[in-house]
């Protein structure tokens, strides 16, 4: 007889696995919407607001118009046929439909692709790449996926034999990487970013913790790099040092760089580089390096992440290990056919000379210019607040105050079996209806507590969020003073 299935009796890599962004705090606002929607008047506020997760368009984001005409045009060809469409898309939103339909079999958004994704759009992305790092790209060098994070699940199940192998992680980390270890059977190997030079990196850390994982008889196969940093919102400039200290070190490697937000960079004395072309101006190759970067459609001013697009470039890897990434790769049989076409236009926007390109730039510049004084205002407003610090949002769509939490609400969080911070956001969502994660679920200094906003609220709500903040972290802290 088949035995049952309980909790007991499931995967336990499944049990152990935590997903915070969409954890506790999460699942509990999802019951006061409901709440809401059944009895409204019932709560302390009258609408919950979800800044716990960088979900762009749930904030009234619009996209991008040039993407829209196109994904309009590609899942309905027959309107190509039309004389009106002349006069309600662009002439490049046309030609750029008719190009992709050309490249998909049966020009049928609803149909099956290559595993890697279709040709024609992974050689849009490869030139886009090349022409952003000024390397070349190879299209077999990308692989076409529903948003970023499947990527980084099939490399974690290509890299991760057994709890013995290490994937070296920043702390704080983005919980995709900490779940998708977990899910693998392998061990997170943290190295912690410095809070104090704005979520900077010693090398020396990085060694030591490297040491320290093999000499637990760990098998270190892969670093993490997120840049721009989610949660943390820096934007990178350690990779010089990173690549420096890798390259002499003599273990076999890979980097996992998610740059889902280069676009996102809202100082003006930082710029997004890819990893892959700081490692080819130091002179290493595909050969000296392996490097696997990934890329979405969720973030940046296209803001797309329903759409599920994404890809990642693998290079420095031999042909054979290649085959067995096509294999996992084509378990899926293909990612979507939408999100595929949007990662291409993403890679390959309007030119200067375009008929869109106006458009664009006005729609881009807004979002873009829009998500840095939200950034401002925020990480500005949460530094007056007594009892709280926040480093600058450099980049990405988050920010990660400290809450300085008296002894008192570190024991009354313990009585009730929770971490401080997820006490602290619980009692912030009952009070207010302000949706945060909870630093631990992205991993902190020990004894050190955070919340993850962030920056999407459109401009005209951040006072009111930030006063019913205010209000209620003052209200917490005069309970609990030591
Ligand atoms: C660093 C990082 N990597 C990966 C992802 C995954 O995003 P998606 O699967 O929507 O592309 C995110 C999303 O927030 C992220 O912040």
Not at 188 to 209: A, F, H, N, R, T
Not at 379 to 400: P, Q, R, S
Request: glycine residues 8%; contains cysteine.
């Amino acid at each position: 007889m088949a035995t049952s299935v309980s909790v007991e009796t499931l995967n336990p890599k499944v049990l152990r696995c935590e997903y915070a962004v969409r954890g506790e705090i999460a699942i509990h606002a999802q019951h006061l919407l409901q709440q809401l929607e059944r009895q409204p008047g019932s709560l302390p506020f009258d609408e919950i607001l979800f800044c716990n997760i960088g979900n762009p368009q749930s904030f009234g984001q619009k996209p991008i118009t040039f993407f829209r005409e196109v994904l309009a045009l590609c899942d309905h060809p027959n309107l190509l046929d039309r004389e009106e469409t002349k006069s309600l898309f662009s002439t490049d939103a046309i030609t750029r439909a008719k190009k992709i339909l050309a490249q998909i079999p049966g020009r049928a958004t609803g149909a099956y692709s290559h595993s890697q994704g279709i040709k024609g759009l992974r050689d849009e992305i490869a030139a886009g790449i090349a022409s952003r790092d000024g390397f070349p790209a190879n299209a077999d060098d990308i692989f076409l996926t529903n948003g970023a994070s499947p990527g980084v699940h099939m490399m974690m199940q290509l890299l991760i034999r057994n709890d013995r192998d290490g994937i070296m992680c920043p702390i704080p980390q983005y919980s995709l990487y900490s779940a998708s270890i977990a899910l693998h059977g392998g061990a997170l190997v943290p190295y912690y970013l410095d809070e104090s030079s704005g979520w900077g990196l010693e090398i020396s850390e990085l060694k030591k913790q490297l040491e320290d994982a093999r000499s637990k008889g760990i098998a270190v196969r892969a670093l993490v790099v997120i840049n721009p940093g989610n949660p943390t919102g820096q934007v990178c400039s350690y990779m010089y040092d990173v690549t420096r200290e890798l390259s002499i070190s003599s273990f076999f490697w890979g980097v996992h760089q998610p740059q889902v937000y280069q676009e996102n960079i809202y100082v003006t004395n930082k710029k997004f580089n890819s990893f892959k072309k700081i490692v080819r101006s130091m002179g290493y190759n595909g050969v000296d390096l392996r490097l696997v970067s990934f890329q979405s459609v969720s973030k940046g001013y296209y803001g797309e992440c329903g759409k599920r697009g994404g890809y990642m470039e693998v290079t420095g890897f031999s042909t054979t290990v290649r085959e067995q990434l096509y294999k996992i790769a084509s378990v899926n049989l293909c990612s979507n056919i939408t999100g595929q076409i949007l990662a291409s236009l993403v890679m390959n926007p309007p030119k200067a000379g375009d008929a869109s390109y106006d458009l664009y730039e006005v729609e881009k510049d807004s979002i873009l210019e829009s998500l840095a004084r939200r950034a401002k205002a925020m990480v500005f407003a949460f530094n007056g607040i007594d009892g709280i610090t926040c480093n600058k949002t450099e980049g990405a769509m988050y920010l990660l105050p400290r809450i300085h939490l008296p002894q008192k609400a570190i024991e009354a969080a313990s009585a009730v079996n929770k971490a401080p911070d997820v006490f602290y956001a619980r009692r912030l969502l009952d009070t207010t209806g302000i949706v945060v994660t909870p630093g631990s679920g992205f991993g902190q200094v020990a004894g050190t507590w955070h919340l993850r906003f962030t920056i999407l609220p459109p401009e005209e709500k951040i006072p009111s969020i930030i006063s019913r903040f205010r209000e209620f972290h003052e209200e917490f802290m005069a309970q609990y003073r030591d």
